[in-house]
């Protein structure tokens, strides 16, 4: 089982640029996730999704939307890439909620906007 | 918002001594997991502790929750160079809401 994959794994943009990051899980999860993480602040979520065609926003939704048209894939999508989104993006996936079974992360993606 | 604080910030220690880590909340937590990612990796799934005044082990690892379930350790005997990495706790409200401590970056000296 290759678990939860992410792509790419390096990715820089200008500023103003657009682009989406692939999420893919292979463990029949319900559950999906996307957080960032930057120094000393640990991991903060962007936003999740508990099915197909759900989502929900959230600690730092903002400049971010995201997609699950089916159940295995979790889009992140940037439209308008600002410097202050420069960091790591993780993806995770779990069986039930978080409260109830672990989270599955990704190897992350490091984005870059100059 | 909801904040779970997590102290050291860092900590360097000789290889062979403990090391503990610490997450406090000033609200009730519902449950709280403990995580730990490796340089240039990602966070992986330790355990996850539920009751009041719970204690786990996993080898050298203990974790703890309190008995007010406002705050948790984890505690390595005799680190290894094996142990590096940073360590996060994950915090999980009543209102269903999780948040991630800062982590602790732990290296060992040989």
């Known amino acids: 089982n290759a678990g939860v994959t992410q792509t790419p794994k390096f990715r820089v943009l200008k500023t103003g640029q657009s682009m989406t990051l692939l999420c893919a899980q292979d463990?029949?999860?319900?559950?999906m996730y996307w957080y960032r993480q930057d120094p000393g602040m640990g991991l903060r979520l962007i936003h999740y999704?508990?099915?197909?065609?759900?989502?929900a926003k959230g600690e730092v939704p903002d400049g971010y939307n995201v997609s699950r048209l089916k159940k295995q894939n979790f889009l992140l999508g940037l439209e308008s890439a600002a410097p202050s989104q420069t960091s790591v993006y993780f993806c995770?996936?779990?069986?039930?909620?978080?409260?109830?079974?672990?989270?599955?992360f990704g190897n992350g993606t490091r984005l870059t906007v100059t | 918002g909801q904040q779970v604080m997590q102290i050291p910030q860092y900590q360097h220690v000789q290889e062979g001594e403990d090391f503990t880590t610490y997450c406090n909340s000033s609200t009730t937590l519902s449950n709280i997991q403990w995580y730990k990612q490796r340089p240039g990796g990602h966070p992986v799934f330790l355990i996850q502790l539920v009751k009041s005044g719970e204690v786990k082990k996993q080898k050298r690892l203990t974790f703890q929750f309190g008995e007010a379930k406002k705050n948790s350790s984890l505690h390595i005997t005799a680190t290894q160079t094996t142990d590096v990495g940073t360590y996060f706790c994950a915090a999980l409200y009543n209102n269903n809401d999780m948040r991630f401590g800062a982590g602790t970056r732990l290296t060992v000296k040989p």
């Open positions: 463990m029949n999860h319900e559950y």
């Open positions: 999704s508990v099915g197909e065609g759900t989502t």
């Open positions: 995770a996936s779990s069986y039930s909620k978080w409260y109830n079974s672990p989270l599955h």
